[in-house]
């Protein structure tokens, strides 16, 4: 191969990885008796889709793509609303599905479901960060097939991207599970994937590089 690192833009698909605005509400931005597997982006979140906006508006994008969930669609939209884009919805970008580890339904105060959702929140980092797979919860998407999923989803955006540069909006295990076949690795959760964080893979049909892990120089004013 003559560009093994695919240094050479117009041989591979460049894509930007963006993982969703924070959005685990205040207890003032919850919906009484609201659903909480789809949260909009939070007032922490909404700031911080604004910075990724003013980091990336002057960068050219060929095309962009988002998990059809609120977070996702809800981080790209300030940017998307800069670059003149429409973001095209696929369900393969959606985060792996896990079963319900806190039962916030039974939580009535606007302060006991932010903490519910909060913990649920830890209690899934910490379960996936100690053992790397998905399989540690019960009854849920198994990783080889979430994987699967992914990988399939994303290297067929590539595949109709060559020689262009694409914004993806996911989810941090979405990230997570395409960074790690990209570096062959056997764990699906191995880094903490921050909120709009930019992740950096040139793809074609032979090659996958990684370019830039978990980029969030936009955030450090917050």
Partial sequence: MQDPFLMHTQNAAELFLIRHGDAIPGADELIPGGRYDNLPLSQIGRKQALALAERLKKIHFDAAYSSPLKR??????????????????????????????????????????????????????????????????????????????????????AARHIGQRVLLFAHGGVINAYAAEVLQLDKEFFFPCVNTSITIVRVNQQRRVLYIMNDIAHLRIF
């Fill in 72 to 157: 996702c669609q809800e981080t790209g939209a300030p940017l998307l609303e800069r670059l003149g884009l429409q973001a095209q919805l696929v369900d393969g970008l959606r985060e792996i599905n896990l079963d319900e580890l806190v039962p916030i339904a039974e939580h009535n105060n606007p302060q006991e479901i932010v903490k519910a959702l909060q913990e649920r929140q830890d209690d899934i980092v910490r379960i996936a960060g100690e053992s790397g797979t998905w399989d540690s919860f019960p009854n849920s998407e198994r990783s080889k097939d979430f994987r699967r999923r992914v990988v399939t989803t994303i290297d067929e955006i």
